[in-house]
Structures are given as structure tokens and as C-alpha cells.
Nanobody
């Protein structure tokens, strides 16, 4: 059974940093695409950063500020978030996709964590 557990969310001031972690279990981690998504109140879920077939993809809004990485041995996905803005406030979700040819579309991802809240104040 695939399980994804996020951690590392919290409240920070604009300009601050956070690092999110996603611990994966129940499947062969390296054979899946992985990604971070977020959803703010009243908005649709959107792709933030994903890694698929060793290629990383970023939403334009986070390029240059966020970095996705992973440790296959630890089966853990990370999202380093720097220069945070109030507009980054959302619930952040980790997700896994069976396909190795995905980008930032949430519909392409099969498994989801419960989310971790990120709040950025001005």
C-alpha cells in the first residue's frame, strides 16, 4: 500500500524559508515520478515542482525560489522553499505517479499524501 507522509510545513514571514519532506513507503520508490502540489482556499490544486525520469519541472511562479530533490535510499522527497511570498500560502501535497512521463498536471498523479500547511505572512 502506497503511503506518502509530508512534514515540514509551518508559518514564516515573507522572505523566509522552509523545507518540506515527504516520506514514501509501500512501493518501489525509484520507479515512480514524484511531485509537490499546492492548493490555496478557493483555488484549484496546482503543480509546484515534479521530478519524472530524472527531469525536474517547476511552475513559473516558483522558479528560482523552490528546489525539488529526492533521496532514493531514504525514499524521501524534499522541497526547499526560499524567498517565500504570501502568495505561496497553501496546503502542500506530495504525490506519486506510476507513469515516468508526467509533468505538473495533478490528474497524472495516482497517490497523494494528506498535506502540510504552509502560511507566509507579510
Amino acid at each position: 500500500q502506497v503511503q506518502l507522509v509530508e512534514s515540514g510545513g509551518g508559518s514564516v514571514q515573507a522572505g523566509g524559508s522552509l523545507r518540506l519532506s515527504c516520506a514514501a513507503s509501500g512501493y518501489t520508490y525509484s520507479r515512480y515520478s514524484m511531485g509537490w502540489f499546492r492548493q490555496a482556499p478557493g483555488k484549484e490544486r496546482e503543480g509546484v515542482a515534479t521530478v519524472s525520469s530524472d527531469i525536474t519541472y517547476y511552475a513559473d511562479s516558483v522558479k528560482g525560489r523552490f528546489t525539488i530533490s529526492q533521496d532514493n535510499a531514504k525514499k524521501t522527497l524534499y522541497l526547499q522553499m526560499n524567498s517565500l511570498k504570501p502568495g505561496d500560502t497553501a496546503m502542500y501535497y506530495c504525490a506519486a505517479a506510476v507513469s515516468l512521463w508526467v509533468r505538473l498536471n495533478p490528474a497524472d498523479f495516482n497517490y497523494w499524501g494528506q498535506g502540510t500547511q504552509v502560511t507566509v505572512s507579510s
